[in-house]
């Protein structure tokens, strides 16, 4: 005889943002849709059965910034984190593709390829055509959009203006770490790519990184930052809740570190800007290397950071310790839109993925308690809001016919105990269940994935002004 559920999730309290409730409940699921939120469903009829007591359920947190393509740990990460569907922002889709095929464990994910001077365009200063023939390869190799690494691998500020123009006019997804040839990844920066979306659609990634006080206070420039988003409500945004940062420290001919932010980061803290200052920082614990240990991308620092960073001739990333200040963090993840009452920076993200930094479950709880924003907002900047910047309609939330994607967390540890994506469980106790993750992408990426035997499903970006809205 047929059961009722597949999967029933008993007795957990379940937040939903969009349906408005924080209520002790049931959760049943059949094939990969929720079918049923009520108390007193009957476990005799459920397949499997997870015991919820004390646990709180809530929409599968969807990460709208990740990095996946640093190493094989992503996935495996992400998992435990309580993931269930993420954005790449940088890897190329054929690499994340190699990984997710071996190293997946059943999350959903999509990618934005980077545009990356002497890598994939010859040089800063790419002209329309250049640019086009970017997005299109971009496209058809898997990927939903596409970004401009301004504060590592800057544009000139024509090329970037002309980037973002020319995704505007043919509907494609454009996101934009703030930053050129000549403005850093900072206010001065965020300023210019306002300027160049020139109230179009544009995602602008982690508001905090641009408020680390180069020109005034921290709370003063996040409050500039919300005040620029709020005037363009075109632009979407997210926020991370991490005082580290993540980039690549890899080194020129000359013993000069490539990426800016590494550059900035260097001088901001006295270290020369060359090799020899990245050592530095690494030998006195403000920067960490990344190492792949037991499946997880782990943080060295000190005498064997520095050996780790020579041994790999500095062809390795690595993270700069309290470059976030807390008052930009919370500001960001605070700040609401007046007289809407609506969050300002939309979401919350890590910009994490192997970056060991996905923190948005353990601290945005932490933030609850310390009335940042209540369980409900908390879901509604971590799951509803990514969902529909992502146009993925069918999750963040735990309506009847929504894609099963579940986290279920300890309130109190804030750590993941179960995540459930499409009906499948991926984490369970702090056991990873292996799995083939599912991609998304425009139509014209799909003979991309099917090429590879990855599942996938095609979304077509949504770029009008986004529903911000905190009631259903």
Known sequence: MPTRFDLLIKDVQAVDSLNKFNVQSDIGIKGSKITAVAQGLNKEEASTVIEGNFLTAIPGLIDTHVHLGISSCGFNMLTRAGVTTALDMSGTSQDIAKTALKFGTGITYGTLEAIIPGTNIANNDPSTEEIRQFVENALSNGSYGVKILGGHFPLTPAASKRMVRFCQDNGIYIAWHAGSTENGSDMKGMREAVTAAAGGFLHLPH????????????????????????????????????????????????????????????????????????RAAIRKGFLAVMKDINHETC?????????????????????????????????????????????????LATDGGCIPRNVTLKTGIEFVRMGVFTMQEF??????????????????????????????????????????????????????????????????????????????????????????????
């Open 207 to 278: 508001i905090n990184a641009y408020c680390r006080g180069s020109f005034a206070s921290p709370p003063s420039e996040t409050m500039e930052a919300l005040e620029l988003l709020q005037e363009n409500p075109a632009i979407i945004s997210e926020s991370y809740l991490s005082p580290r940062n993540g980039a690549n420290l890899i080194c020129d001919e000359n013993g000069i570190p490539k990426s800016k932010i590494v550059l900035n980061c260097l001088r901001k803290n006295n270290f020369s800007e060359d090799r020899e200052g990245v």
């Open 379 to 472: 879901v509604h900047k971590a799951c509803l809001m990514p969902a529909r910047m992502l146009n993925l309609e069918n999750k963040g939330h735990l309506s009847i016919g929504a894609d099963a994607d579940i986290t279920i967390f300890n309130p109190q540890t804030g750590k993941a105990e179960f995540v459930i994506v499409q009906g499948r469980t991926l984490l369970s106790r702090g056991i990873l269940h292996s799995g083939t993750p599912t991609a998304f992408c425009t139509d014209k990426g799909l003979s991309f994935y099917e090429r590879k035997n990855l599942p996938v499903f095609s979304v077509t970006p949504n770029l009008t002004r986004l529903n911000r809205s905190l009631n259903p």
């Open 299 to 347: 943080l060295i620092e000190g005498q064997e950071g520095v050996e780790f960073f020579d041994e790999q001739d500095s062809k390795v990333s690595g993270s700069f310790d309290n470059i976030n200040p807390l008052s930009s963090r919370l500001l960001a993840a605070a700040g609401r839109r007046y007289p809407a009452n609506e969050f300002t920076v939309d979401a």
